[in-house]
């Protein structure tokens, strides 16, 4: 579904991501896992249209996007829930929600059903739908913000760092939302610090360090490597 190739991406004159080549295969979960800078989130939003490419390509199911606009590649079906939540501070959760059908929402359309589905993920936000997003805990924000991704109907959905500065017990809780996710066959590529749980999750991972790939394989494979285990998951 998703082949990035040879791929550099720099600011400015600091090379941020050298030479990657990464794929997503349809209905799999991949994980992208490294150290903070390694280049994880950068990677990310140069799939999402936010940064250029210097050299390389990416295609999305055959075609190459490289050319399109971020809200073109979300109409096809690339959705990301963005590192730090990103919460619209002035709209209420269900405002939050709904935004996000932008892309493909017309007067003759309800979203009714869509907001069903994500509630019913994540039954706190019905509870909480008309609050205002800025005010839920942190682990409600992020519960929102991937919701919000998901509204957009995507058939690859990119998550970022959804464990970040939330305590362990709600980490686990997000990611057993995303395994549900994972589990209804929708395509997902997963950043993450937390390589035991990116892990637990993903079908297959990337270890991104310095802004290249040093490994790759099955998550079993990665969480019996001994480098792995010596330099994310601990002896």
Not at 141 to 164: G, H, N, T
Request: aromatic share 4%; glycine share 8%.
């Amino acid at each position: 579904m998703l082949v990035c190739n040879k791929l550099t991406i720099a600011h400015g004159d600091v090379v941020a991501v050298s030479d990657v080549d990464l794929e997503v295969r349809a209905g799999e979960t991949v994980a992208l896992i490294g150290a903070n800078g390694a280049g994880k989130t950068t990677l990310l939003h140069t799939i999402s249209g936010l940064n250029r490419v210097r050299t390389g390509d990416i295609a999305f199911e055959g075609k190459s996007i490289l050319s399109m606009p971020t809200d073109r590649r979300v109409s096809l079906g690339i959705s990301q829930s963005p590192e730090g939540r990103k919460i619209f501070p002035g709209l209420t959760v269900e405002e939050n929600l709904v935004v996000a059908t932008a892309s493909w929402k017309s007067w003759r359309q309800s979203c009714a059903e869509d907001l069903d589905r994500v509630f019913q993920l994540f039954p706190r936000l019905k509870e909480r739908r008309s609050q205002l997003g800025w005010s839920l805990s942190g682990g409600e924000q992020q519960m929102l913000a991937i919701s919000r991704a998901l509204m957009a109907r995507p058939r690859l959905l990119l998550l970022d760092e959804p464990s970040l500065g939330l305590a362990p017990r709600l980490a686990e809780e997000v990611y057993e939302r995303v395994k549900v996710i994972a589990d209804t066959g929708l395509t997902i590529l997963v950043v993450e610090q937390n390589t035991v749980l990116a892990l637990a999750v993903a079908d297959r991972a990337y270890v991104l360090e310095a802004g290249r790939i040093v490994l790759n394989g099955t998550a079993a494979e990665l969480r019996n490597d001994p480098r792995v285990r010596e330099a994310y998951l601990g002896r």
